[in-house]
């Protein structure tokens, strides 16, 4: 049905192609998953589809596309948005009015729907996605999950048969996420609409997906390409992968067959692999991973008992609405505590009361025996580092060297920077971008500078919220890199995260708020095996051994 | 609900009426009128900051009176003798021009009050499907600043805490600027997102829409009618009939090309209010408030709209049937207690 | 034939908005007696209407051109950032007649040309207009004087040009430090001018509005024989008692806006033209 043949496009002003001789079938129905790392053009062959690219975007393109019969880059955006329905990611900037209804109606006013159909389509569009009750409420009030439902809904209208979809969940919680991929199978299974969906986070999706297309990562230097694009049944593209999903990953380097996209597939040859390697006397109940950073013991010892960071019985209500109760938590020196809840539980309200953006009630913030509470938020910004959910938000300067030095100048430490700014964006792999427009950047890179803006201050503790949303595997291990490089340094971190695999990664504790409360505090292998939602796959794999992480699991079942 | 298009007539008639007679009766009567309307409406929909009418007559009252006082020096009951080296307002200072003075003010207070009840009563996003379809693309235009006025102070506070947590304290007006210019650039980088989306929608990414020439002469004829017409009317004043002809015509013309130019136009429009008989009741209430201050009909007489305190001041006229047409202004009244009935029974069940 | 059309609309309807804020100058004294009177009333409201009028004209018209998807979603965000500090300027009480809403009409304008300027001046004030609850028989005078505004502001960088070219020292220099990475000094110079012109400008058009209800009529029909100066002398008279004040507080605080946000404003709006490739051109396979 969907067919693109030795496609090579090149975005205008750019001196490498963004695709090169992309040839890629697709067939009616299929529910496919585009997969690869950022800057791989995943946005770009979706914006192929309805001709986007290139009467949006410019640039120059060679070969050919079909879809279902026919050519995008003749006919243009107009004509195929009746067959192609086109999702973004940022749920906030798709829409053109503030009502549900009226934005559903919005593709059918262009097209020159008659009225009367027009109402019986819109119904049609909202029941598909489960919407029908929130017809007549205005946008703003809906949560991002109920959003990007409208958002599909609004392409429905005009029932295509296929749906693009770019990176739809990656701004959103798990729980939205998990009503947006619910609706687009439902809509795959019952519809037979043909889906192609780019994400990043594999886990959740590779269980509907038909087919796997991979994207490799280009390489400008060379002005050629490093490996060629993967098609094909998701198993079989998952093992020609270098970044794959922990469970892949694990199944991959024992060997198992059928390679598990699920635990649930898993859990055979998982009980298998446990069998072979006589786990009665191998299983431990603390795996501590080797990769985790030496901390000094000493230091340790100390902060376990005078921990450098630390809140006591917080209180904090908006209104009527009692946001934190009683919250108490601590961070030692060079410990990273991960915070996890569900949406609304109150992480950000804490954090934003530990920065002073908010003043709570009652309660203690002390950080080096002084207390926060009471001061400004530029003040505590000295010696605590926040890092928000959205860090565009702080980037203003021409370059990516002046915003190191706002940042200096705000707190008067110019002539006398605690970190020379060179030094941290060496540090932070921005050396050779020292002279660029901040928004010109990738996504990756951004949060690096947003960091490095917040943190040139040597800050003794770092607040991070939500930092990998829309990031790519090897984006995330290099955050996890810098995170270690300024554990070791003595700084304590407080990460707030939905991300499983993050925290059992990284964190030395893992700290669960539920409903403005702490409700677990203890070390990862404790609070996420505790609970069905929180475990990493590794641990819903192998429950009781304490493993975390693919390593910890390999280091356990192998011989050493 | 009382359609918007209803309300739209129903504003226009106040200001109609208010701008037609200077009769401190009718004027004070219609106040009356539209403050009763504002009070059966008001509690669910104040939606807006707004000044109040009083606040706002408490100011235009006494400034018109104050400057009517001053600069016009006609009538014939002197208060006192302004002396004459004073450039313009030397000459006496008479009870009549103050009087005159106040009644512009009423007037002005009544238009006003007028709109504040209509801005009141219209949700906005109703008033811009309003647009004419010629006009479609602006309509697309003021949906989507209204849609993102509330994202737009969402990101404003975003940015300012995103400062704040760098250290940027606002001292002075400076130190708006670090808030100002992320608000300005992410805006525009989400409105290309948006751009996107609608073209993915069906939106034309060019509107190659070129007017046909023939009505871009009829619009040019139509506005050259229009200009001619309203110099002679203003100029020569021996050929205002022709010169009101050319007005008119120059009117049709325009409109004429803006319908044309609308049903070029290959787009639809959703609605979701529909006409009702409520509506229709609104729209008669109007009309009559209209007829009776505009039609010379028989038994009304037109000479009481005319106020003037000049040359002697004397007690305003007042023609019961006019004051029972501008009662034709509170039919949405009779809706709106209709509406909270049903309401609080609802509420009781 | 086409350009010469287009022309003559935007001349005509601008001639008829022009009229329109002066018209009360020239009423000639009329037939006296109580009907005529009351008819002078409507003068204002027949004249909103016929500026409407006009203001729909020169929209059809410069919608007639092409106008690209990115052009219409730009314009809707400006407005609504530009309408959001309009709204700041209405709840919290600011010094006199200052509004921060025409300075990013007119750095828009300038960057961006005199067509979307003119758009740009009209819907922000329509749509502040709507969300501050500020709809009225004033609000065309409002968006056709606010759309001035921008298209004017969109020949300045003509006038930018030849300025740098004049022979004189002051200005020569000026135009010769080096750019530091955005607007020129002479730029800066020029848009504080501007700014402050339309300042107390855009004050007397709105005024004219109100004042045959403050005074205007009484003083042309009862006093038969009154001439064009003394009418202008009169409106002068109360424009200096009545606005001047505040168009002067207006008016300079654009210019303090310019200063402060001109450099940055334009960098930003010039560097989001070049990513954005703000027209589209067909592509070449």
Same mark, same amino acid.
């Given at each position: 049905?969907?067919?693109?043949?030795?496609?090579?496009?090149?975005?205008?002003?750019?001196?490498?192609?963004?695709?090169?001789?992309?040839?890629?079938?697709?067939?009616?129905?299929?529910?496919?998953?585009?997969?690869?790392?950022?800057?791989?053009?995943?946005?770009?062959?979706?914006?192929?589809?309805?001709?986007?690219?290139?009467?949006?975007?410019?640039?120059?393109?060679?070969?050919?596309?079909?879809?279902?019969?026919?050519?995008?880059?003749?006919?243009?955006?107009?004509?195929?948005?009746?067959?192609?329905?086109?999702?973004?990611?940022?749920?906030?900037?798709?829409?053109?009015?503030?009502?549900?209804?009226?934005?559903?109606?919005?593709?059918?006013?262009?097209?020159?729907?008659?009225?009367?159909?027009?109402?019986?389509?819109?119904?049609?569009?909202?029941?598909?996605?489960?919407?029908?009750?929130?017809?007549?409420?205005?946008?703003?009030?809906?949560?991002?999950?109920?959003?990007?439902?409208?958002?599909?809904?609004?392409?429905?209208?005009?029932?295509?048969?296929?749906?693009?979809?770019?990176?739809?969940?990656?701004?959103?919680?798990?729980?939205?996420?998990?009503?947006?991929?619910?609706?687009?199978?439902?809509?795959?299974?019952?519809?037979?609409?043909?889906?192609?969906?780019?994400?990043?986070?594999?886990?959740?999706?590779?269980?509907?997906?038909?087919?796997?297309?991979?994207?490799?990562?280009?390489?400008?230097?060379?002005?050629?390409?490093?490996?060629?694009?993967?098609?094909?049944?998701?198993?079989?593209?998952?093992?020609?992968?270098?970044?794959?999903?922990?469970?892949?990953?694990?199944?991959?380097?024992?060997?198992?067959?059928?390679?598990?996209?699920?635990?649930?597939?898993?859990?055979?040859?998982?009980?298998?692999?446990?069998?072979?390697?006589?786990?009665?006397?191998?299983?431990?109940?603390?795996?501590?991973?080797?990769?985790?950073?030496?901390?000094?013991?000493?230091?340790?010892?100390?902060?376990?008992?005078?921990?450098?960071?630390?809140?006591?019985?917080?209180?904090?209500?908006?209104?009527?609405?009692?946001?934190?109760?009683?919250?108490?938590?601590?961070?030692?020196?060079?410990?990273?505590?991960?915070?996890?809840?569900?949406?609304?539980?109150?992480?950000?309200?804490?954090?934003?009361?530990?920065?002073?953006?908010?003043?709570?009630?009652?309660?203690?913030?002390?950080?080096?025996?002084?207390?926060?509470?009471?001061?400004?938020?530029?003040?505590?910004?000295?010696?605590?580092?926040?890092?928000?959910?959205?860090?565009?938000?702080?980037?203003?300067?021409?370059?990516?060297?002046?915003?190191?030095?706002?940042?200096?100048?705000?707190?008067?430490?110019?002539?006398?920077?605690?970190?020379?700014?060179?030094?941290?964006?060496?540090?932070?792999?921005?050396?050779?971008?020292?002279?660029?427009?901040?928004?010109?950047?990738?996504?990756?890179?951004?949060?690096?500078?947003?960091?490095?803006?917040?943190?040139?201050?040597?800050?003794?503790?770092?607040?991070?919220?939500?930092?990998?949303?829309?990031?790519?595997?090897?984006?995330?291990?290099?955050?996890?890199?810098?995170?270690?490089?300024?554990?070791?340094?003595?700084?304590?971190?407080?990460?707030?995260?939905?991300?499983?695999?993050?925290?059992?990664?990284?964190?030395?504790?893992?700290?669960?708020?539920?409903?403005?409360?702490?409700?677990?505090?203890?070390?990862?292998?404790?609070?996420?095996?505790?609970?069905?939602?929180?475990?990493?796959?590794?641990?819903?794999?192998?429950?009781?051994?304490?493993?975390?992480?693919?390593?910890?699991?390999?280091?356990?079942?192998?011989?050493? | 609900?009382?359609?918007?298009?209803?309300?739209?007539?129903?504003?226009?008639?106040?200001?109609?009426?208010?701008?037609?007679?200077?009769?401190?009766?009718?004027?004070?009567?219609?106040?009356?009128?539209?403050?009763?309307?504002?009070?059966?409406?008001?509690?669910?929909?104040?939606?807006?900051?707004?000044?109040?009418?009083?606040?706002?007559?408490?100011?235009?009252?006494?400034?018109?009176?104050?400057?009517?006082?001053?600069?016009?020096?006609?009538?014939?009951?002197?208060?006192?003798?302004?002396?004459?080296?004073?450039?313009?307002?030397?000459?006496?200072?008479?009870?009549?021009?103050?009087?005159?003075?106040?009644?512009?003010?009423?007037?002005?207070?009544?238009?006003?009050?007028?709109?504040?009840?209509?801005?009141?009563?219209?949700?906005?996003?109703?008033?811009?499907?309003?647009?004419?379809?010629?006009?479609?693309?602006?309509?697309?235009?003021?949906?989507?600043?209204?849609?993102?006025?509330?994202?737009?102070?969402?990101?404003?506070?975003?940015?300012?805490?995103?400062?704040?947590?760098?250290?940027?304290?606002?001292?002075?007006? &400076?130190?708006? %600027? $670090?808030? +100002?210019? =992320? #608000?300005?650039?992410? /805006? !525009?980088?989400?409105?290309?997102?948006?751009?996107?989306?609608?073209?993915?929608?069906?939106?034309?990414?060019?509107?190659?829409?070129?007017?046909?020439?023939?009505?871009?002469?009829?619009?040019?004829?139509?506005?050259?009618?229009?200009?001619?017409?309203?110099?002679?009317?203003?100029?020569?004043?021996?050929?205002?009939?022709?010169?009101?002809?050319?007005?008119?015509?120059?009117?049709?013309?325009?409109?004429?090309?803006?319908?044309?130019?609308?049903?070029?136009?290959?787009?639809?429009?959703?609605?979701?209010?529909?006409?009702?008989?409520?509506?229709?009741?609104?729209?008669?209430?109007?009309?009559?408030?209209?007829?009776?201050?505009?039609?010379?009909?028989?038994?009304?007489?037109?000479?009481?709209?005319?106020?003037?305190?000049?040359? &002697?001041?004397? %007690? $305003?006229? +007042?023609? =019961? #049937?006019?004051?029972? /047409? !501008?009662?034709?202004?509170?039919?949405?009244?009779?809706?709106?207690?209709?509406?909270?009935?049903?309401?609080?029974?609802?509420?009781?069940? | 034939?086409?350009?010469?059309?287009?022309?003559?609309?935007?001349?005509?309807?601008?001639?008829?908005?022009?009229?329109?804020?002066?018209?009360?100058?020239?009423?000639?004294?009329?037939?006296?007696?109580?009907?005529?009177?009351?008819?002078?009333?409507?003068?204002?409201?027949?004249?909103?209407?016929?500026?409407?009028?006009?203001?729909?004209?020169?929209?059809?018209?410069?919608?007639?051109?092409?106008?690209?998807?990115?052009?219409?979603?730009?314009?809707?965000?400006?407005?609504?950032?530009?309408?959001?500090?309009?709204?700041?300027?209405?709840?919290?009480?600011?010094?006199?007649?200052?509004?921060?809403?025409?300075?990013?009409?007119?750095?828009?304008?300038?960057?961006?040309?005199?067509?979307?300027?003119?758009?740009?001046?009209?819907?922000?004030?329509?749509?502040?207009?709507?969300?501050?609850?500020?709809?009225?028989?004033?609000?065309?005078?409002?968006?056709?004087?606010?759309?001035?505004?921008?298209?004017?502001?969109?020949?300045?960088?003509?006038?930018?040009?030849?300025?740098?070219?004049?022979?004189?020292?002051?200005?020569?220099?000026?135009?010769?430090?080096?750019?530091?990475?955005?607007?020129?000094?002479?730029?800066?110079?020029?848009?504080?001018?501007?700014?402050?012109?339309?300042?107390?400008?855009?004050?007397?058009?709105?005024?004219?509005?109100?004042?045959?209800?403050?005074?205007?009529?009484?003083?042309?029909?009862?006093?038969?024989?009154?001439?064009?100066?003394?009418?202008?002398?009169?409106?002068?008279?109360?424009?200096?008692?009545?606005?001047?004040?505040?168009?002067?507080?207006?008016?300079?605080?654009?210019?303090?806006?310019?200063?402060?946000?001109?450099?940055?404003?334009?960098?930003?709006?010039?560097?989001?033209?070049?990513?954005?490739?703000?027209?589209?051109?067909?592509?070449?396979?």
């Amino acid at each position: 049905m969907i067919h693109f043949n030795q496609l090579t496009y090149t975005y205008p002003g750019s001196s490498y192609p963004a695709l090169s001789n992309v040839t890629l079938d697709i067939l009616e129905g299929e529910f496919v998953l585009l997969a690869g790392p950022s800057g791989a053009g995943k946005s770009t062959l979706l914006r192929c589809l309805n001709g986007l690219v290139p009467h949006f975007t410019g640039g120059t393109l060679r070969g050919s596309v079909t879809v279902a019969g026919h050519d995008p880059v003749a006919e243009g955006p107009q004509v195929l948005s009746r067959i192609v329905g086109f999702i973004f990611q940022d749920p906030e900037a798709q829409f053109v009015v503030d009502r549900v209804e009226d934005e559903v109606a919005f593709a059918l006013e262009n097209a020159a729907i008659p009225p009367a159909e027009m109402r019986t389509r819109v119904e049609e569009a909202l029941g598909l996605v489960g919407l029908l009750p929130l017809r007549d409420r205005p946008l703003e009030t809906l949560s991002g999950g109920e959003k990007q439902r409208v958002a599909i809904a609004a392409a429905l209208a005009l029932r295509p048969r296929i749906l693009a979809l770019d990176e739809p969940t990656s701004q959103l919680d798990p729980e939205s996420a998990e009503e947006v991929l619910s609706a687009l199978e439902r809509l795959n299974r019952e519809l037979e609409l043909t889906i192609i969906l780019a994400e990043q986070r594999l886990e959740r999706i590779l269980p509907y997906a038909d087919r796997l297309v991979y994207l490799p990562s280009p390489l400008p230097i060379r002005g050629g390409r490093e490996g060629v694009v993967l098609s094909g049944p998701p198993r079989r593209v998952l093992r020609q992968m270098d970044l794959t999903p922990p469970l892949v990953t694990l199944g991959k380097a024992l060997g198992w067959e059928p390679l598990p996209l699920t635990v649930e597939e898993g859990r055979k040859s998982a009980n298998r692999q446990i069998g072979k390697s006589q786990m009665a006397n191998r299983k431990s109940p603390f795996v501590h991973s080797s990769i985790r950073p030496f901390v000094d013991s000493q230091i340790r010892r100390f902060s376990i008992l005078h921990p450098p960071f630390s809140i006591r019985d917080l209180h904090f209500s908006y209104g009527d609405t009692h946001a934190l109760r009683g919250v108490a938590l601590t961070v030692g020196e060079g410990e990273l505590v991960a915070l996890m809840g569900r949406n609304g539980s109150g992480k950000t309200t804490l954090l934003k009361c530990i920065v002073g953006l908010l003043r709570p009630q009652q309660g203690e913030i002390l950080l080096e025996d002084e207390s926060l509470i009471g001061r400004e938020t530029a003040d505590i910004c000295r010696r605590v580092g926040y890092l928000p959910q959205e860090p565009d938000a702080l980037l203003f300067a021409d370059t990516v060297a002046d915003e190191l030095e706002v940042t200096l100048r705000n707190h008067g430490l110019l002539d006398n920077p605690p970190i020379i700014p060179a030094d941290l964006l060496a540090r932070l792999g921005l050396s050779g971008l020292a002279t660029s427009y901040p928004r010109d950047l990738s996504v990756g890179q951004r949060q690096r500078v947003a960091l490095g803006a917040v943190t040139v201050t040597r800050p003794r503790l770092l607040l991070l919220d939500e930092p990998t949303r829309g990031l790519d595997y090897a984006a995330k291990r290099e955050l996890v890199r810098l995170l270690r490089e300024w554990q070791a340094e003595g700084a304590g971190v407080l990460l707030v995260t939905h991300d499983v695999e993050l925290v059992a990664q990284a964190a030395d504790r893992v700290v669960v708020l539920e409903q403005g409360a702490v409700s677990a505090d203890g070390p990862p292998a404790e609070v996420l095996t505790g609970s069905l939602l929180l475990a990493p796959q590794v641990a819903r794999l192998f429950p009781g051994t304490g493993w975390l992480t693919v390593e910890d699991a390999l280091a356990g079942l192998l011989p050493s | 609900m009382i359609d918007v298009r209803a309300w739209v007539l129903w504003a226009v008639t106040a200001l109609v009426v208010a701008s037609s007679t200077r009769n401190p009766l009718y004027l004070v009567l219609l106040l009356l009128v539209v403050a009763v309307v504002d009070k059966a409406h008001a509690p669910g929909h104040r939606q807006r900051a707004v000044l109040s009418p009083l606040r706002f007559a408490a100011v235009a009252v006494p400034l018109s009176v104050l400057f009517n006082g001053l600069t016009a020096h006609l009538g014939d009951t002197v208060l006192f003798r302004l002396p004459t080296w004073l450039p313009l307002l030397s000459g006496s200072v008479t009870l009549e021009a103050l009087v005159f003075g106040a009644t512009n003010g009423l007037t002005l207070t009544a238009i006003f009050s007028g709109f504040v009840v209509f801005n009141q009563v219209t949700p906005v996003r109703d008033l811009v499907q309003l647009t004419p379809r010629a006009f479609h693309e602006a309509g697309v235009v003021l949906s989507i600043a209204l849609t993102f006025v509330p994202q737009t102070t969402h990101s404003l506070a975003r940015i300012r805490e995103a400062q704040a947590v760098r250290g940027h304290r606002i001292r002075g007006l &400076r130190d708006w %600027l $670090p808030i +100002f210019v =992320p #608000l300005l650039v992410s /805006g !525009l980088e989400r409105s290309m997102g948006l751009a996107e989306a609608m073209v993915a929608r069906g939106y034309g990414a060019v509107t190659d829409r070129s007017q046909p020439l023939r009505l871009q002469a009829l619009l040019a004829l139509g506005l050259f009618l229009l200009l001619g017409g309203w110099l002679a009317f203003l100029f020569l004043p021996s050929w205002k009939a022709l010169a009101l002809g050319g007005i008119l015509v120059g009117v049709a013309l325009i409109v004429g090309v803006l319908w044309l130019a609308g049903r070029a136009v290959p787009r639809t429009a959703y609605r979701t209010h529909r006409w009702t008989a409520r509506d229709t009741l609104v729209v008669l209430g109007c009309g009559l408030t209209l007829a009776a201050t505009l039609l010379p009909l028989p038994l009304v007489d037109r000479t009481t709209l005319a106020y003037a305190p000049f040359p &002697r001041l004397t %007690l $305003p006229a +007042f023609d =019961p #049937l006019i004051g029972l /047409g !501008l009662l034709g202004l509170l039919v949405p009244v009779y809706h709106a207690t209709r509406n909270t009935q049903h309401a609080t029974r609802n509420t009781a069940q | 034939m086409r350009r010469a059309l287009s022309v003559a609309i935007y001349v005509l309807s601008t001639a008829i908005g022009v009229l329109a804020f002066i018209y009360p100058f020239f009423l000639n004294t009329r037939a006296t007696g109580s009907i005529g009177v009351a008819h002078g009333q409507d003068a204002p409201l027949v004249t909103a209407a016929l500026v409407g009028l006009a203001l729909v004209a020169l929209l059809v018209e410069l919608q007639g051109q092409a106008i690209s998807a990115k052009t219409v979603a730009m314009l809707g965000v400006l407005v609504a950032i530009t309408s959001v500090l309009r709204f700041v300027e209405v709840a919290v009480p600011m010094p006199g007649g200052f509004s921060p809403v025409f300075v990013p009409i007119i750095l828009a304008g300038y960057v961006f040309g005199s067509r979307f300027g003119f758009l740009m001046g009209a819907f922000t004030l329509l749509v502040s207009g709507l969300i501050t609850g500020g709809v009225g028989p004033w609000l065309p005078y409002q968006m056709f004087a606010a759309g001035w505004v921008g298209l004017t502001a969109g020949w300045l960088p003509h006038l930018t040009h030849y300025v740098s070219r004049v022979p004189c020292s002051v200005l020569r220099v000026a135009s010769r430090t080096p750019r530091s990475r955005g607007a020129l000094p002479t730029e800066i110079a020029i848009l504080c001018i501007f700014g402050f012109v339309w300042g107390l400008a855009y004050g007397a058009i709105i005024n004219v509005y109100f004042w045959p209800f403050a005074v205007g009529l009484v003083a042309q029909t009862w006093t038969p024989g009154i001439g064009l100066g003394e009418i202008l002398a009169r409106y002068a008279a109360f424009y200096v008692a009545t606005s001047l004040g505040w168009d002067m507080v207006r008016a300079v605080g654009n210019v303090a806006l310019v200063l402060l946000l001109g450099v940055p404003t334009v960098q930003a709006l010039r560097r989001f033209q070049r990513r954005f490739r703000f027209e589209v051109r067909p592509f070449h396979d």
